[in-house]
């Protein structure tokens, strides 16, 4: 288990507190032996604590959200709260690009789960919205910790790189604590919570992991449509992702006929949305070759079926190219 020394534990208090004098006071007071909940009761004193990591919230009958909490995997920060929504507690509208936003369904309250579905640490900004990069409890066996599935290696990077990553918070003027931590997150605190995400997905990028370009494209397609709901220009970050999503391909950064297949509709629709016909034309021409590659080929007949879900989906995108209600929401 890494060993953060005291500088370093100043400096990941000051990433949380924002202030030297709260860092002096909380080590006086509890040492160098990081508390989520002390810290909090620093920041905001009038709330109550959060409860242990692998231990749940209780909601109300119409609240969609619970929390569970888990562990971060590179600086080791316990009681990291992760919303999760309640099954069939939202009808999901899906985007041509497999993007969802959220509308309530019975007696739940409507929640913008893209703005809450990332979890971040506050102590060294390490963000995910899959629980599975964190250190998570077994159910069956509580007392038991699963581990998060990156390497040692890629999670001392991602921890080296904490004050990058602190101080590209402060641009933004947002604080961890206060902005990043709680339920309710504004649609500013919701790109940056993708943004960090994106920055850690960087750093596995470097270091040649799978399906590190693939996940920088999807948290940068996410980003467009939380931009796009609260009536911002989503431009930038569509273009951004088609760039990803190439490299991507380029890189064969997710191995695969049935990644293969999402990675070039994902290009092929990003194309027709901004208008760049001819890169569209031109790799729907590759994602045929890559159906016959796939026909002469032993695949399992289950990545045959994901494949053509996703080359169907292109031609019916490229068909209907000219027709102005496709971007139009689906429900699911």
């Not at 409860?51 to 909601?59: A, N, R």
């Not at 009681?79 to 309530?104: C, N, V």
């Not at 509580?142 to 990077?157: D, K, M, Y």
């Amino acid at each position: 288990m890494a060993v953060i020394d005291e500088n370093g534990v100043r400096r990941r208090l000051k990433i949380m507190l924002r202030s030297d004098k709260l860092v002096e006071d909380y080590i006086a007071a509890h040492g160098f032996r990081v508390d989520i909940s002390k810290v909090q009761a620093m920041v905001q004193p009038n709330e109550e604590k959060t409860v242990d990591f692998g231990d749940s919230i209780e909601t109300a009958d119409d609240d969609p959200v619970f929390t569970v909490f888990l562990k971060c995997p590179s600086c080791y920060m316990t009681k990291l709260p992760s919303h999760e929504l309640k099954s069939k507690s939202q009808q999901i509208l899906m985007d041509k690009f497999g993007m969802p936003t959220y509308r309530a369904l019975g007696r739940y309250k409507t929640v913008d789960y893209n703005l809450i579905s990332v979890t971040v640490c506050p102590q060294c900004l390490f963000a995910s919205p899959d629980k599975k990069d964190f250190i998570t409890r077994d159910p069956a066996a509580r007392a038991r910790e699963v581990p998060a599935r990156l390497h040692q290696g890629e999670l001392a990077a991602i921890l080296a790189a904490a004050d990058d990553r602190a101080t590209w918070l402060i641009g933004q003027n947002l604080d961890a604590m206060t902005a990043l931590l709680p339920r309710t997150r504004t649609p500013e605190a919701g790109l940056a919570s993708y943004e960090l995400a994106i920055q850690r997905a960087q750093i596995e990028f470097g270091r040649n992991v799978p399906f590190s370009a693939f996940k920088m494209a999807g948290y940068t397609l996410k980003k467009a449509v939380i931009r796009r709901t609260y009536e911002m220009d989503e431009t930038e970050e569509l273009a951004q992702a088609l760039k990803l999503y190439l490299l991507c391909f380029e890189r064969s950064n997710a191995p695969g006929f049935q990644h293969e297949g999402l990675v070039l509709y994902q290009v092929i629709a990003l194309g027709i949305r901004l208008g760049q016909l001819d890169l569209a034309g031109s790799y729907f021409g590759v994602l045929d070759r890559s159906k016959k590659r796939l026909e002469g080929s032993k695949e399992d007949p289950q990545v045959v079926a994901t494949f053509m879900r996703w080359y169907n989906a292109a031609r019916e995108i490229w068909s209907d190219r000219e027709n102005p209600d496709l971007w139009a929401l689906r429900g699911s």
